[in-house]
């Protein structure tokens, strides 16, 4: 069965403290891994697909890397408005034609001045 | 913004009840998904809908259902509801329903059961 494993639970930053955020993953040929950003009373807005190992995308304070069993979210120097809930997502085949996000719990960031 | 309208935004009501969410997707995107947030489960996937035909089925209860019409919006059907029911509903959207496209989500519809 597919799973998504997030950690750290939480994770309180100071500004400029970088750090990463992990997702452990298990799934039956991997057709995308997918991290959001929620931010309290929105829905999840798409930050990155990663489709293969060794993969890596940026965005201007984030970057994710893709191994074949975890994928990280490096945050460089974040700013408070980086707090928010980070999501990751693998697509999983669901009956024989259609397909899901299978989430993980998230990662919930605190980032303070 | 998303470009994924849900609505309403609140929606209370009692156990028993029946209630339909709606959802319009981005111009141009032909499937449509339904996903349950609840503070113990996550996002659970419901039910994934393309140019108006079901595609797929997550862990959606009997008592729900839902459709995706000509115009590609889409509703989603709770009755007989429990108190067990109030969450957040969200919709996403992608332009394909079969390949690794990012789903874009809604804002969502918060259903509190009294």
């Known amino acids: ?113 | 913004d998303s470009g994924v309208t849900q609505t309403p935004k609140h929606l209370i009501t009692a156990t028993g009840q029946r209630v339909t969410l709606r959802c319009s997707p981005r111009s141009g995107d032909l499937s449509v998904y339904w996903y349950q947030q609840s503070l113990d489960q996550g996002l659970q996937f419901l039910i994934q809908y393309y140019n108006g035909e079901e595609r797929a089925k997550g862990n959606i209860l009997e008592r729900f259902s839902a459709q995706q019409f000509p115009d590609l919006h889409s509703e989603l059907n709770l009755s007989s509801l429990e108190l067990g029911d109030s969450a957040l509903y969200f919709c996403a959207s992608s332009v394909e329903g079969e390949r690794d496209q990012p789903q874009h989500f809604g804002d969502g519809t918060r259903l509190s059961i009294l």
């Open chain 1, 1 to 113: 069965e597919d799973q998504v494993t997030q950690s750290p639970e939480a994770l309180r930053l100071q500004e400029g403290e970088s750090s990463s955020l992990n997702c452990s993953y298990t799934v039956s040929g991997l057709r995308g891994l997918f991290w959001y950003r929620q931010d309290p009373g929105k829905g999840p807005e798409f930050l990155f697909t990663l489709y293969s190992a060794g993969e890596e995308k940026e965005k201007e304070r984030l970057k994710a890397t893709l191994t074949k069993k975890e994928s990280f979210l490096h945050i460089t120097a974040p700013k408070p408005e980086d707090s928010a809930t980070y999501l990751c997502a693998v697509q999983a085949k669901v009956a024989n034609s259609g397909y899901a996000l299978n989430f993980g719990k998230g990662t919930s960031l605190l980032v303070t001045p």
